[in-house]
């Protein structure tokens, strides 16, 4: 069973960064296509990003296009999500997700909070 490990989400001031984390395991990473989502207090879950698993084809949602970067390490089965330039409005759960299509996933992780302060 495909396991989602999320890490790095916290506190931080308008303008600043954060590198979020997502260790796989339980199946094999380099078949698989990886995205993330979020979120919002009180809102539906968004698209974010998407990486196909080779690393070669990336997409994003709008909100985030220019300021956000996912990669991926396939040696450390590990997904990444580069965020810069943050918002308050990207505040959020955010979550890692894999499968076949980056934005119809078929595994989800529990989200790790990115709080982003005005």
């Known amino acids: 069973q495909v396991h989602l490990a999320e890490s790095g989400g916290g506190l931080v001031q308008a303008g600043g960064s954060l590198r979020l984390s997502c260790l796989f395991s339980g199946g094999t990473f380099d078949e698989t296509t990886m995205a993330w989502f979020r979120q919002p207090p009180g809102k539906g879950r968004e698209y974010v990003a998407g990486i196909s698993w080779s690393g070669s084809s990336t997409s994003y949602g709008d909100s985030v296009k220019g300021r956000f970067t996912i990669s991926r390490d396939n040696a450390k089965d590990t997904v990444y999500l580069e965020m810069n330039s943050l918002k308050p409005e990207d505040t959020a759960v955010y979550f890692c997700?894999?499968?076949?299509?980056?934005?119809?996933?078929?595994?989800w992780g529990l989200g790790t909070q990115v709080t982003v302060s005005s």
């Open positions: 997700a894999a499968g076949i299509l980056a934005k119809d996933p078929d595994y």
